[in-house]
């Protein structure tokens, strides 16, 4: 059955028009899915990585950096729809602060990076076939964005989802959509190759990239950190930062015992028995910020030489075919993850930045956190600490979509001088709230309010 279901698998995405690399790509994997492997990654096949240089130990000259982000091209991954939060359009149209969304910070962030480095700076966002129109709909108001005839965006690639039970591709007649999934950002390399955006690059004299989630507005363009990157001469880069007790689930890169090869584990690689090792800060001190630098020569040699297929670790993920539905038809989607490609490149490696690099937004928590006083917005989309950020946790039921967080926090509390601020239940904020210390607002049944002008800890 599992050869029929493959050719019936690739039989669907070349009627979707789906590009060969990434049905060669999806080839591979299936037949990894077949043959059982697990894309688990056990604790005793890797040693922990330890030894990390600091982006604040290393010299570059001015010279470097502005010779380096002349040759860089800036990506940003925009795929997701930020269902999780409520939303239907892409996640990165969601506004942050002051009426400016991701989108819009970044593009400042951008357009600040060539004005003070004279560079060409190209950005590019990775979509799926859901966030493509919107987003291309919004940069419409940038006149001055592209670069070089460039396109702003290129399409992710899509793949069936398949039967847990037999691995043919589902059907949900119901929803046709829903039949497929995007393949995880792995997919990037192959989009890139497939779409012919990496050869235009190429062509146009580009030589490095920086690739980021969207959401991380931390990742602006840094001139130092390309000057660091191109001196070093390596193929690919990874950004770290030192793990806290607060981030247990963030993937890691650890060293392969077998050939001393970096690589990197994510919690869908890791034994729920091994979990307490994984998520030990102590034993793997850094985590991965999903910040890349790659070299673009070197992918596309590495990219021709395996006919397109990176080998990166699979992603076994078990799901139902409509997310909503858990009654619906088990599936298996596979999938890999982007920074996994520094195990595919000799020579790879990781520079340890400053927290501020890292400022991603997952759910209204973070959200809140960035609409506070905690930072300051500045004219080039740059989103500056002015305090220690302190922990927030609101209550799911309550704040979990961005429709029902901003009923009940419609203007964000000064956070700048609070330690902890956890909210259960239901609790409206009124304007001019202040939040001092640890606070912890308690359910006791009924919506409460906060009135205007209340400090909350004193």
Same mark, same amino acid.
């Given at each position: 059955?599992?050869?029929?279901? !493959?050719?019936?698998?690739?039989?669907?995405?070349?009627?979707?028009?789906?590009?060969?690399?990434?049905?060669?790509?999806?080839?591979?994997?299936?037949?990894?899915?077949?043959?059982?492997?697990?894309?688990?990654?056990?604790?005793?096949?890797?040693?922990?990585?330890?030894?990390?240089?600091?982006?604040?130990?290393?010299?570059?000259?001015?010279?470097?950096?502005?010779?380096?982000?002349?040759?860089?091209?800036?990506?940003?991954?925009?795929?997701?729809?930020?269902?999780?939060?409520?939303?239907?359009?892409?996640?990165?149209?969601?506004?942050?602060?002051?009426?400016?969304?991701?989108?819009?910070?970044?593009? #400042?962030?951008?357009?600040?990076?060539?004005?003070?480095?004279?560079?060409?700076?190209?950005?590019?966002?990775?979509?799926?076939?859901?966030?493509?129109?919107?987003?291309?709909?919004?940069?419409? #108001?940038?006149?001055?964005?592209?670069?070089?005839?460039?396109?702003?965006?290129?399409?992710?690639?899509?793949?069936?989802?398949?039967?847990?039970?037999?691995?043919?591709?589902?059907?949900?007649?119901?929803?046709?959509?829903?039949?497929?999934?995007?393949?995880?950002?792995?997919?990037?390399?192959?989009?890139?190759?497939?779409?012919?955006?990496?050869?235009?690059?190429?062509?146009?004299?580009?030589?490095?990239?920086?690739?980021?989630?969207?959401?991380?507005?931390?990742? *602006?363009?840094?001139?130092?950190?390309?000057?660091?990157? *191109?001196?070093?001469?390596?193929?690919?880069?990874?950004?770290?930062?030192?793990?806290?007790?607060?981030?247990?689930?963030?993937?890691?890169?650890?060293?392969?015992?077998?050939?001393?090869?970096?690589?990197?584990?994510?919690?869908?690689?890791?034994?729920?028995?091994?979990?307490?090792?994984?998520?030990?800060?102590?034993?793997?001190?850094?985590?991965?910020?999903?910040?890349?630098?790659?070299?673009?020569?070197?992918?596309?040699?590495?990219?021709?030489?395996?006919?397109?297929?990176?080998?990166?670790?699979?992603?076994?993920?078990?799901?139902?075919?409509?997310?909503?539905?858990?009654?619906?038809?088990?599936?298996?989607?596979?999938?890999? *993850?982007?920074?996994?490609?520094?195990?595919?490149?000799?020579?790879?490696?990781?520079?340890?930045?400053? #927290?501020?690099?890292?400022?991603?937004?997952?759910?209204?928590?973070?959200?809140? !956190?960035? #609409?506070?006083?905690?930072?300051? !917005?500045?004219?080039?989309?740059?989103?500056?600490?002015?305090?220690?950020?302190?922990?927030?946790?609101?209550?799911?039921?309550?704040?979990?979509?961005?429709?029902?967080?901003?009923?009940?926090?419609?203007?964000?509390?000064? !956070?700048?001088?609070?330690?902890?601020?956890?909210?259960?239940?239901?609790?409206?904020?009124?304007?001019?709230?202040?939040?001092?210390?640890?606070?912890?607002?308690?359910?006791?049944?009924?919506?409460?309010?906060?009135?205007?002008?209340?400090?909350?800890?004193?």
């Amino acid at each position: 059955m599992s050869n029929q279901g !493959l050719e019936a698998a690739r039989r669907k995405m070349k009627e979707a028009g789906v590009s060969r690399p990434a049905i060669e790509v999806f080839s591979h994997y299936y037949r990894m899915l077949e043959s059982g492997e697990t894309g688990l990654i056990r604790e005793d096949s890797i040693t922990p990585l330890l030894d990390v240089p600091s982006l604040d130990s290393v010299e570059v000259s001015d010279e470097q950096a502005r010779e380096a982000i002349g040759a860089t091209v800036i990506i940003k991954l925009n795929g997701g729809l930020g269902t999780s939060m409520g939303l239907d359009k892409a996640k990165n149209l969601l506004e942050v602060r002051d009426g400016l969304t991701f989108l819009d910070l970044i593009v #400042r962030q951008v357009q600040a990076a060539r004005r003070d480095h004279g560079a060409r700076l190209p950005l590019l966002f990775m979509n799926s076939f859901r966030t493509e129109a919107d987003t291309l709909a919004h940069l419409a #108001r940038y006149d001055d964005l592209v670069v070089d005839g460039l396109p702003l965006s290129f399409l992710q690639n899509q793949e069936p989802k398949l039967r847990a039970d037999d691995l043919t591709p589902v059907e949900w007649p119901a929803d046709p959509t829903l039949e497929w999934c995007p393949p995880g950002h792995g997919d990037l390399y192959t989009a890139l190759y497939g779409s012919g955006v990496l050869q235009q690059l190429l062509d146009k004299g580009f030589r490095y990239a920086c690739i980021s989630n969207g959401d991380n507005l931390g990742a *602006a363009p840094d001139a130092r950190l390309a000057g660091w990157f *191109a001196a070093s001469g390596a193929p690919y880069a990874a950004e770290l930062c030192r793990r806290t007790v607060n981030d247990r689930k963030g993937g890691h890169l650890a060293i392969r015992r077998s050939d001393g090869q970096l690589i990197l584990r994510d919690t869908a690689q890791t034994a729920p028995e091994e979990m307490d090792f994984f998520t030990d800060e102590h034993r793997h001190p850094f985590f991965h910020t999903n910040n890349l630098w790659f070299d673009l020569r070197r992918l596309m040699e590495i990219l021709m030489e395996r006919n397109a297929v990176l080998g990166l670790p699979m992603i076994r993920n078990e799901k139902t075919v409509d997310p909503a539905d858990g009654s619906s038809t088990p599936v298996i989607q596979v999938e890999s *993850a982007m920074g996994a490609a520094i195990e595919v490149f000799p020579g790879a490696t990781a520079i340890c930045v400053g #927290r501020d690099r890292f400022q991603p937004v997952k759910t209204t928590n973070e959200l809140l !956190l960035l #609409r506070s006083d905690v930072y300051r !917005l500045d004219d080039d989309g740059h989103l500056v600490a002015q305090a220690e950020t302190p922990e927030v946790s609101l209550d799911s039921r309550y704040y979990k979509t961005i429709q029902k967080f901003e009923e009940r926090i419609p203007e964000a509390p000064s !956070l700048k001088d609070a330690q902890v601020l956890r909210v259960k239940g239901d609790w409206t904020f009124g304007r001019g709230v202040r939040v001092v210390g640890e606070v912890e607002l308690h359910d006791d049944g009924d919506a409460r309010v906060v009135a205007d002008g209340t400090t909350l800890g004193e």
